[in-house]
């Protein structure tokens, strides 16, 4: 990553840290190196990933993806569920293997996107379109505006 999980230096390293932490990312399970410090990691984790960009995920040595992925798993559940099959999430009482706020950030992210997701248990939200400014002020905050992913499109 760009940074460090406390002071991240981009807002796709922000999103990713943030994203982590709303799924319950246990930290005790958690490495991040900062990139910028460490310009041989830099070039070098490109190449090893045969990825572009940073930050970047890996769950037991395999790469996961970038921020764009990240997002989407997300979304659509599936980083719950992968991060609870490798066991590395705090499970909070009652079972949430999503972590506290991972709902609400889903139910953001619909409004601001349009899109509907589904939970770890692939249950979809019905998230209404209200409050979809604040959210995109959110979002540009966090990433940039008119930030572009992988591909050098705009989102």
Request: aromatic fraction near 4%.
């Amino acid at each position: 990553m760009k940074g460090t999980p406390e002071t991240p230096q981009c807002g796709f390293s922000r999103t990713s840290i943030q994203i982590l932490g709303l799924q319950g990312l246990d930290p005790r399970k958690f490495t991040a190196f900062n990139v910028l410090e460490d310009e041989d990691l830099r070039s070098g984790i490109k190449e090893y990933s045969d990825w572009p960009t940073i930050p970047q995920l890996y769950v037991n040595k395999d790469f996961v993806g970038g921020c764009d992925i990240l997002m989407q798993m997300h979304k659509d559940g599936s980083l719950a569920e992968m991060l609870s099959n490798n066991k590395l999430i705090v499970e909070e009482e009652g079972g949430d293997v999503e972590g506290a706020g991972a709902e609400e950030a889903r139910e953001i992210s619909e409004q601001s996107t349009g899109a509907n997701s589904k939970d770890s248990k692939g249950q979809s939200s019905d998230a209404e379109e209200q409050g979809t400014e604040e959210t995109r002020e959110l979002t540009e905050q966090s990433t940039g505006a008119n930030s572009k992913d992988n591909k050098g499109q705009s989102s």
